[in-house]
């Protein structure tokens, strides 16, 4: 009997490697299994014992199954509970890079409200600088009038060192013509009135 119980239930494969038995396994389903399990250990000379086996068998097979059911049960609940335990650490990680975005966009709008709160001062100093720049400008356009000035004066300098030089060159010639003509006044004025009807020779001699 212990021989024919082995059989059978190596012969009820109800491991989840079973794919035939897999889904249409149930309660309903399984009186060819109790009928085939009852006309294998029943014996037909007694309707009691047979009976008896009858219900000890189909209560073995139901413990089967329950027990297969309760595995897939099992393992399906262990599958779920390690897909959500994967989704909860991504939604975790998530949850992290949203949290780092939120603080590197807070830093942003941070930064923003400074630069915003600056924008009249600089506003200001670009007027400044434009008043500078125009400042600049005008200077640039006087300096160089004054070289442009300046290099006429050069040019009017060097013509009036020219002039200079020649008005020294004329004042010396009639500086000379002057002291000559002096000279000839003083030796005219030397002379008596009656040297003018003697030769000239003659008075050099004398």
């Not at 082995?6 to 399984?30: I, Y």
């Not at 060097?158 to 030796?187: F, G, K």
């Amino acid at each position: 009997m212990s021989i024919h119980k082995k059989n059978t239930a190596d012969n009820l494969d109800f491991s989840p490697n079973q794919g035939e038995h897999e889904d249409a396994v149930a309660v309903d389903g399984l009186e060819h299994i109790f009928k085939w399990a009852s006309e294998t250990v029943s014996d037909p000379q007694d309707e009691r014992v047979r009976q008896a086996r009858d219900r000890r068998v189909r209560h073995q097979v139901l413990d089967v199954v329950q027990k297969y059911r309760e595995q897939r049960v099992v393992t399906k609940s262990q599958d779920e509970v390690a897909y959500l335990q994967r989704r909860v650490i991504a939604l975790l990680s998530k949850m992290q890079e949203l949290t780092e975005e939120n603080a590197a966009v807070k830093q942003i709008m941070v930064s923003q409200f400074w630069a915003i709160q600056r924008i009249p001062v600089l506003e200001e100093q670009v007027r400044v600088l434009k008043v500078v720049e125009y400042e600049k400008e005008a200077a640039v356009k006087e300096r160089r009038y004054l070289m442009d000035a300046l290099a006429k004066i050069k040019v009017e300098r060097d013509y009036l060192e020219d002039i200079l030089v020649t008005c020294e060159d004329e004042n010396t010639r009639l500086s000379s013509i002057l002291n000559s003509t002096r000279a000839e006044l003083a030796e005219v004025k030397a002379r008596k009135w009656w040297h003018s009807f003697v030769p000239k020779s003659f008075l050099k001699k004398g």
